[in-house]
């Protein structure tokens, strides 16, 4: 009961962060997968929300990926979405080793998703709903950034090792004292409208405590990521994927084709919204975990443990289109 940090060591010999919220004999686990550059923090609104939701008659599992946050910096070759979904696997494995699974994944968390029936094929049948904020299951390399190709190609190689670069030559004090580079990528890049100054400072702050592998070693990865194929491993289980109408990094046709990639999946557009969707639009992406939980409470939980878990949802407070 209650809110746990642990330490969980990884196949290669690093230690990740993990934070567990819950009872141990919760009838569902929810675990979030954090934005690349980010940390668990990421989904700090999701989590005060589904507390105040469900209490502790759920367990929610969130932890800081490897090269980010409180996780041991990796090296460049460990740096791949395949080893994010087998340290994901191993957090499955330690803290939630029985029942049925909610996955949400933002950004590189959602490239996680997508890899896990790659890597962890025997976790496939415990998986009751899907969430995908901000992702993509493949041709990142064709990404633009909202630029011309030629210029948004050159841009968008520049800047992982500009971020990188900066890492390694300053210290984190400096960057946190003249963050300019990281403060320009963040609402330049990463927020749509409206901007709020307090979630922006979140994202520049968890750039600059990441080091240089995370940005550069993670980006190589991440230009040839292709897993569309994979994806009907989750055909009919219970999914949405969310994409900000802004988003530069993760654009609407990314969304669309993990949509098209599932069986039964459901697409909504947040308009005006960028990359950042867990922060720009903190109660549409409640509001679907909330409706995905529920509904995989009632087909995985016993009649009882489904009564007590479904509650009342809100109604949501964001403005989305439904494209599928």
């Not at 090296?75 to 087998?86: E, K, N, V």
Request: proline share 6%; with cysteine; aromatic share 4%.
């Amino acid at each position: 009961m209650g809110t746990r940090a642990h330490r969980l060591a990884t196949h290669d010999g690093l230690s990740l962060h993990v934070t567990v919220r819950g009872r141990d004999d919760a009838p569902l686990t929810v675990l979030l997968a954090h934005c690349w550059t980010a940390d668990e923090a990421d989904w700090h609104y999701q989590v005060h929300d589904l507390l105040a939701q469900y209490g502790h008659d759920i367990r929610i599992v969130t932890w800081d990926h490897r090269g980010h946050g409180r996780s041991d910096p990796a090296p460049a070759d460990g740096c791949t979405i395949a080893d994010l979904a087998r340290d994901l696997g191993a957090v499955v494995d330690q803290f939630v080793p029985t029942g049925p699974l909610v996955l949400a994944g933002h950004s590189i968390g959602g490239m996680t998703i997508s890899a896990l029936p790659e890597e962890r094929p025997d976790l496939v049948g415990r998986v009751a709903g899907l969430l995908f904020v901000a992702t993509s299951c493949g041709r990142l390399h064709t990404v633009t950034l909202g630029f011309p190709e030629v210029l948004g190609k050159a841009m968008r190689n520049r800047i992982p090792f500009l971020l990188a670069t900066r890492a390694r030559t300053l210290t984190r004090r400096q960057r946190q004292r003249i963050p300019l580079i990281e403060r320009q990528v963040t609402r330049r890049f990463l927020f749509g409208e409206p901007k709020h100054q307090r979630d922006m400072n979140l994202v520049v702050d968890q750039i600059i405590n990441c080091p240089p592998a995370t940005m550069s070693a993670f980006y190589r990865n991440m230009m040839t990521h292709e897993r569309a194929a994979v994806l009907r491993a989750f055909d009919g289980v219970p999914t949405t994927v969310l994409v900000g109408s802004r988003d530069l990094l993760t654009p609407p046709p990314h969304a669309r084709r993990i949509a098209a990639s599932i069986s039964g999946a459901r697409m909504l557009v947040a308009p005006d919204a960028g990359h950042m969707l867990t922060l720009e639009r903190p109660h549409l992406v409640t509001d679907e975990l909330f409706a995905i939980i529920d509904r995989a409470a009632a087909s995985s939980a016993t009649p009882k443990a489904a009564e007590q878990l479904v509650r009342p949802g809100r109604a949501g407070t964001q403005a989305a289109s439904t494209l599928r």
